[in-house]
């Protein structure tokens, strides 16, 4: 997949069929019309072209706002790349080119820089200075500029749109099942582990620490059935989120114990999976009484990750 960051030099594509979108976390909705746009790609001998950009508008347009993703960049180009896209086009978003009106963008990136053929968009787009442009301002001025324009409808999921920020909204929730059935995988965070104060191995149950990263959707403090990616194993664990209040106050980490037997993991890069919310974050009188849950948490993890459809993927490959 290439990846072009500027529309400063003529781009020649072989009939270029675009999609435009932020693309975080690349869920069902966005595989969809991805999917639509690869089979219109290949009757045409065509190319899939994802434009998108780099910062997040609103990191620009409301920088006040805390704002936390699905997906890093480069993740975001991975899952893209395993959707068949062909093209990345990742444009800086500044003031000046949000300043653009509607058909300024459309003459400017879609027609001259891009060169699209087909355009594929959600019911809800809207682009231009101000969101002015809407999807019939893209049918009006399209023809005159060359290319043809598909209005795709949501893919539904429990009687809901999938969107982005319904999927933040269920992880944030501890939902992570839920969000899950939404995303088509499970939901990953990936960091490098860390030295920890060893509280764990002390209790029987070691685990591989991980600092949240920056700029990521969290799930909600409390203990989940998850599983590791640890170079290409995927291994079987039980997750805690949260400040530790047993031990008094700290800093937030990620905390998984693997269910089959420990390993030095210090320095290495690792994922967890998120599959299932198990409990709240508790503050235990004793340690005794935490140790008994950690081994409820344990038996409860085997359960639920027993009943997995060993036919479905559970860890992303990203």
């Known amino acids: 997949m290439k990846v072009i960051e500027s529309l400063q030099n003529e781009i020649a594509l072989p009939f270029p069929i675009v999609t435009i979108g932020n693309f975080d976390g690349v869920h069902l909705g966005h595989q969809a019309v991805l999917k639509l746009v690869k089979q219109r790609a290949q009757e045409m001998d065509g190319t899939v072209v994802v434009l998108t950009f780099d910062p997040h508008p609103l990191r620009v ?7 936390r993703f699905l997906s890093d960049p480069e993740e975001k180009l991975r899952l893209l790349a395993q959707a068949g896209v062909d093209v990345v086009v990742r444009l800086p978003f500044t003031r000046e080119f949000a300043a653009q009106t509607p058909l300024e963008f459309m003459r400017d990136v879609l027609g001259t820089g891009l060169g699209s053929r087909e355009l594929y968009v959600g019911q809800n787009f809207r682009f231009g200075q101000g969101r002015q442009g809407t999807i019939q301002t893209l049918l009006d001025a399209a023809p005159s500029l060359g290319f043809t324009v598909r209005v795709i409808a949501p893919v539904m999921v429990n009687g809901l749109p999938v969107s982005s920020t319904r999927i933040r909204d269920l992880i944030q929730a501890g939902a992570v099942s839920q969000a899950a059935a939404e995303l088509g995988r499970s939901y990953v965070l990936r960091g490098r582990v860390v030295r920890g104060e060893g509280r764990g191995e002390a209790l029987g149950y070691p685990t591989a620490n991980l600092i949240p990263p920056p700029g990521r959707v969290l799930p909600q403090d409390g203990v989940y059935a998850a599983e590791l990616e640890i170079d290409s194993k995927i291994l079987p664990a039980v997750t805690y989120i949260g400040e530790r209040p047993t031990f008094g106050p700290g800093a937030r980490r990620i905390e ?36 008994r849950q950690i081994a409820a948490d344990v038996g409860r993890t085997r359960e639920v990750l027993r009943s997995l459809c060993a036919a479905q993927p559970r860890v992303s490959s990203a």
């Open 61 to 67: 347009l409301a920088p006040e706002l805390e704002l």
């Open 256 to 291: 998984a114990h693997l269910l089959e037997g420990a390993q030095n993991l210090y320095e290495r890069e690792i994922g967890v999976a998120f599959h299932e919310w198990l409990r709240e974050d508790m503050v235990f009188d004793s340690t005794a009484l935490l140790t």
